[in-house]
């Protein structure tokens, strides 16, 4: 894949009157791109994957995730809402998801496409992939943007692994607008609008951003707890909605950890879940531990896109409530139609961007040799606890942060400032 050098545009924002400098967030985010600075966390946008866990775990809601507000874009003539399936899994006792079609009509929009009904189109031609020649095994799935990020800032070696195809969001970008088109000639392209209803921050920044080379075409981004709260006021129980769904299970699954993984129909499979377990699953490929598998789901989000910060409901509710809607759906209503061995050329993404790796130290080989020799002996000068006391997540980034001239010195390790100082007082 050719690469493309990429200055990226992040979807979570920090409230500085509400930050605390705790360093609860430092501590939890995967890629060390947090520092704590005078008492005020601060994020590398270099390292941030837009994961949303130091939203997630900020005890002060001193971060939030930037998202369009539906009464602040109504320029579109034709207004298109792509729900993602994780949608379906915040409203109680939902059994049908005609239901929450209607609604969001209701508010507002002129038509639904069904992020879910591309799903199993993404599903069928995966199988499709998966069945060529001289692909790197095992594949990883390219449906969340924050693995994407992370595999091409820390595990750029895993990129050949990366299911090359668009994720559901886009294809039914792509699905959508050509189908309001053929609808409505009347509309010039400038007059369609794609609004995806989002659950988390990665999609927001994918979109803004596009990958490598390719730029999304959803026009919109709104946030799914927005939209929930508006669906909320509108929808009607005791009317029975017209039959609009277009996807089924198969589909409908893919908000979950596991749905598109065992979409594929191989046995060879492993699906993960939470930022933490990513990581660690991408180590252990990257290490060649790791049992023979074809096809790789990871997600950022514990239980998968349900999880996602800009939903409503627990995951693991949401994920119970989604075994009710998918019980009454057929298992797909999308299937591939004439020649099932071409995937269309425009589901591909061409390229990966390009990102200076987060060990990264400098141009010159030489000064970089240098550089890492003085971390590990100002390293080994540290006491190796991770208190993050000094504002770094550990005590090698807090080395490094020293030797690359970012700010903080030697002497800003209380650990070892408090030894020294009881050492003195002894003597």
């Not at 207004?79 to 915040?90: D, H, N, R, S, V």
């Not at 987060?358 to 550089?371: E, G, K, V, Y």
């Not at 903080?408 to 020294?420: G, L, N, S």
Request: with cysteine; charged share 25%.
């Amino acid at each position: 894949m050719a690469k493309r050098k990429t200055c990226y545009r992040h979807s979570v924002e920090l409230f500085v009157d509400k930050c605390t400098g705790c360093t609860t967030c430092l501590k939890h985010c995967p890629t060390e791109a947090i520092r704590v600075h005078d008492g005020k966390s601060e994020i590398n946008p270099d390292r941030c994957i837009d994961c949303g866990e130091c939203i997630r775990v900020c005890p002060h809601g001193a971060r939030k995730a930037l998202c369009n507000k539906w009464e602040n874009h109504q320029e579109f003539k034709w207004k298109i809402a792509l729900p993602a399936p994780a949608l379906f899994g915040q409203f109680n006792d939902l059994e049908d998801a005609d239901y929450v079609i209607q609604a969001l009509l209701d508010i507002g929009f002129d038509d639904v496409f069904e992020v879910a009904q591309a799903a199993e189109y993404v599903s069928a031609y995966t199988r499709i992939y998966m069945k060529r020649e001289g692909i790197k095994k095992p594949v990883l799935s390219s449906a969340c943007p924050a693995v994407m990020r992370l595999i091409s800032t820390r595990f750029p070696s895993l990129e050949e692994n990366l299911l090359p195809l668009l994720p559901p969001m886009e294809i039914a970008a792509i699905m959508a607008k050509k189908k309001a088109k053929e609808e409505h000639p009347e509309l010039d392209e400038d007059d369609i609008g794609i609004y995806f209803i989002s659950p988390c921050p990665a999609k927001v920044s994918y979109i803004n951003m596009g990958f490598g080379d390719y730029k999304s075409h959803v026009d919109v981004v709104i946030s799914m707890s927005d939209v929930y709260f508006m669906i909320l006021g509108v929808m009607r129980r005791d009317v029975q909605p017209q039959a609009a769904s277009k996807a089924g299970m198969v589909g409908i699954g893919w908000a979950s950890s596991g749905g598109e993984a065992s979409a594929i129909l191989n046995d060879k499979y492993l699906a993960a879940d939470g930022i933490e377990h990513v990581v660690d699953i991408l180590e252990k490929i990257e290490d060649g531990n790791i049992p023979d598998l074809e096809f790789i789901e990871l997600n950022a989000c514990t239980g998968g896109c349900v999880g996602g910060m800009m939903t409503i409901e627990n995951p693991f509710i949401a994920k119970t409530r989604l075994q009710t809607v998918r019980r009454y759906m057929p298992v797909s209503r999308n299937f591939l139609a004439g020649d099932e061995s071409n995937i269309p050329q425009e589901y591909f993404f061409g390229s990966t961007p390009s990102y200076d790796g987060l060990t990264f130290l400098s141009q010159d080989r030489l000064q970089a040799m240098q550089m890492m020799e003085a971390i590990q002996t100002l390293h080994e000068e540290l006491p190796g606890i991770d208190c993050g006391a000094c504002g770094s997540p550990t005590c090698r980034a807090f080395a490094e942060d020293i030797v690359k001239g970012l700010g903080p010195t030697i002497e800003d390790c209380v650990v070892r400032q408090a030894e020294k100082n009881i050492k003195t007082n002894k003597e």
